[in-house]
């Protein structure tokens, strides 16, 4: 009976609308933040592009993607440097340290904060397994902001090859695969990234042995997101979705890397994605029953308190136990055969 | 008298002018017609009947000129509605006139059949649903409606697109091994549900025995199931494309094993405890997650497992084992007996509609399985395994003690057994 109840609905449906947009407010970094990082991303892309061993440089990491969560303190940048410039790169040994280390020189002279050629903003720079982290800030600061520059090679299937410090080898990745699935997934549905920034920020409270990492939320979110329809039916499609794949375990989209997180708890977090569909699914039909209230209240179980509802409806003290989420509908006696 | 409509005919009708002349195709006893061709004004009649190996309708009665077509006035149509409301009411010849502005033919003594064309109909009247073509028997004393049927534009499976998700399953490839009493109707199912893809595997034929419980029917006698199977589907659910392949299972696990790539889902409704250990193996093995359907106890219970390839989810043996350490299985001997072997299937002792039963649940918690997979929380299945009562027999073991015939039991998934070759990563 679309006609009957259209223009209330629409109503309602306004309201739940504002309280995902206010849900996104909380979690999404502000604007002038997010453009700091990216200023200090380009800085270090536009120093390093002018040395003669490199061929181009780029953003990786959620950042490009625009699917970070705040607050941001790092962004990655890949520097794919010309094989001619160093033959030695690339083939299992010393090299894979020698590249890190050749960063670090690289990155010291062009922006060390007592000599920097180009600019003088990093204040320390530490050696990490696969990145050289360059602190912009004090190091001792626990929200000292950092950027972790990552040497590469090109391969001829344009995949890259990137130096790992701990097993002395090179390690295939293909980090603008996933860069240009999350673009392409954005181009079909523009509630994409702000989903993908609302669930990485569900995982954080998701009781599960350890933690998740936030490449799993995000390539989960890639398969088990739809290329359309509202939040509301998306993040139910997502759950539902998600409760069956994450058995599946989640692996690299690129199939370079093999699975993301093999300690992960999949049990735990396909219980959890299991619980968050059902409450998506009742939130769904609380909504197109005109429920609003209830739809909010269930949206708020799902995602805690940043999520505007209105309190809990004063429980009528006539009924005897406690109302049902939805009051029960009857079933219309009209048979088909 | 019906007349029928088919979908060149309409489309031709659409496309035409102001007036011209059918012929139909009439079956007396059925009281029925087709429109097997049309002109345009007094030009010659054009067969729009589908081109050939396409079955005509009423194929074995002769095409004759017997009527005419009108481009006519939207209130004809109106009038069509309320006088089959109103029944075996005729009206004036003069109205139906008025409403054929061209080309309008004074019916003989046994008049004839004519159809209207009323392109304007669903604007002028947005929400009567009135047909843009309807039919009439048209004499010197008046004019009645006839009843008439049109094919519509949209057939097949793509009719449900706003009730089901159906570009979901036609999209989706299922294997099905067994194309028996249980694997027929599974297909049949399956196909129902809009599965686009369908490989069956089975290297048995057709017999006589089969057919008291077999989809297809005696005309199929002696050619593989597979292939009987595939040619009666393709005719009746064409939006399902079959590939049938009489192969078995275990005898050629190798050429399974590569089609399983291309497979989204495998259903096993083999018999015998070897050709299921070995599908489900396999499918185990390419990370397929394989439904499983049988009955027990010689008919009298139905059995669907659902085997996910998942770390915290048993396969077939282990599941049946958990089931045996309990006390409530009693194992077939081939149970113990090495991979790939196995004593023959016994004959099948259950009725078709039972064993149609437990294969149409098989297909259910297929599409359901594909469904929440894709993210549809209103395809959710409350288990792994389930038991249906067919004949109840009272002093089973749990979990088969059901209480009365079509109790339906949902059970969990149990964990795999430590050193389980099929479980365990080679
Ligand atoms: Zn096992």
Redesign the pocket.
Known sequence: MPGLNGEPEEAHRMGIDEAFDALQKSVDEDIKKTRLARGRRDLFKEALLKEPDVLETFGSGSLSRSTQLKPIHDVDIVVVYDPDEHPEWGSSGPSAEEALEHIRSQVNRLLSQSKGTHATVVRHTLLRNHAVKCFLDDPDDPEAFTVDVMAALRQPDNSLLIPEQLSARWVPANPEYLINMVAEHQRDWSYFRPLVRLLKQWRLDVQVEGRIKSLVMEVLALQCLPASGNRCQGLKTFFTAAATRVNEGVWDPAGLCGEIQPDLDREGLSAAFAEAADLADQACTAAAEGDTDEALRLWQEIFGEDFPAPAAAPKSTALIGAPALISPRPIKDAPQG | MLILIPQDAATVLRASGAWGRLSLRISQPDDLAVVGGISEGGGSIISVDPPPPAPRLLASCDSRPTGYWYRAKNELHALWHLLRVRRDTAMKLDVFKDAVPNGFKTPGDGGYVALTHAPGVKDAYPESRLPDLVAWHVTRAGFQPLEMSAEPETTGIRQLDHHWPVQELQNAHIMLVGAGSIGSATAHALAGYGIGHLTLVDPDRLQWHNLVRHTSSRRHIGRTKVTALAEELTQLRPDTAVTPLALDVIEHADQIRALLMDTHLVVCTADGVAARRVTGHLARRADRTAILACVLQYGALGEIIRLHPWRRH??L??RRHSLTEAGSLDPEPALDAGYGTGTRHRPMTAVGPDLHLVAHLAAKTAAATLLEHAGHPDQRLPGEHALIGLRRQPGWAAPFDLGRTAELRWLPATP??PG?P??EAP
């Open positions: 048993g396969c043996t282990c795999p057994r389980c099929t479980c």
